[in-house]
C-alpha cells in the first residue's frame, strides 16, 4: 500500500476528525481536531493501520499572535515499518486534550513533561504533575510567554535579592 | 620570630605537605565533563600520582569536592547537602565551564556558577576540559594546601 493510499484509508476511517492533509518536506502530517485525538489514536493503533508504537508527544507554542499550541504526534507502525506524524492545536488560553495512557504506557512521562513545559492539560491522565522541574516553580518554562531569564531557585543564591 | 612561632611555622608545613597528599575526592558528577573526569582518574593521566586518586561516596570521608557538570536549581539543595555533610578541613574545586558560570546555560534551570551556593577554592574552565587542565588545576589546588594557614583543631581559637 502506498502512502497516498494509506492517507487516503486513514482519512475515510477517521472521517470528521480529520481536519486536513499538510506536508513536511514530502512527508505526510494529519491535522485532527484537539477533541477527537483520543478516538482518532485508538483507531490508529488497532489494524489495519496497526500503529503500535507511539514515538513521541511533544507540543510548540506558536506565540506570535496566535494564541494557540500545537501538539505533535509521532506513530510508528512496526509491520508496516511506516511512520505517521499527527498535530492538532488547541487554543493557548485554556488548552486540553484527552490523554493517550490508556493506550500507550509511555504517554504518562512523555504528557507530564508537556504539561510542565507548556500548561497543557490532558483529560484522563491518571497522576498530571510535574516531571522535570520541582513542585512550587511557577509558570511553564517552554511557554514563549515565560520570562527566559526568569530563574526560581530552591536555596537562596549569594549575591542576588 | 619568637621559638613558638618557628614551632607552628614548621608544623604548618608539615600538616599541609600531609593534606595535600592525602586528598580523598568525592565526584559530583552531573554531565558531559564526567568523561573527562574519568579520562583523568583512567591509567593515561592517573590523577593518583598526585595523591588524590582516593574516590569516596561518602561525603563524610572526603575532603575534596569536586563538582563536575552541569547544576540546575532543581539539584542545587543536593549539592549544599554534600558539602555541608563534609567535615572540615575541605575544598571544592570546579570542573568545567558549567560549574564555574552556567556555561552555554542561561536560562530557567541552571545554576549561574555553583559559587552562589558554596565556596569555591580552584576553578578549572573549559568545555569540556582537558584532563592536563584538570591535573593542572589540581597542582594549584595542592599548592595552595602547601601555603594556607592550617587548622589545627587543638589550637586556641582568637
Known sequence: MGPETLIGEIRARLGPAVEGVADSFGDPVLVLRAADVRPALAALREPPFDYAVLLDLTCV????????????????????????????????????VGSLVGLWKNAEWLEREVFDMFGVRFEGHPYLRRLLTYEGFEGHPLRKSYPWRLEQPRIPMKGEG | MSGFDFVATRLDTAIGWGRKFSLFHYPFVTACCGMEYMSTACAHFDIDRFGAGLTRFSPRQADLLLVVGTITHKLAPVLRTVYDQMLEPKWVIAFGACTVSGGIYRNYAVVQGIDKIIPVDVYIPGCPPRPETVLDGLLKLQDRIQRQKQDWRWARKP
Open chain 1, 61 to 96: 507554542d506558536y506565540a506570535a499572535g496566535e494564541g494557540r499550541f500545537e501538539l505533535v504526534y509521532h506513530l510508528y507502525s512496526l509491520s508496516r515499518n511506516v511512520r505517521l506524524r499527527l498535530k492538532a492545536s488547541v487554543p493557548a488560553a485554556d488548552p486540553a
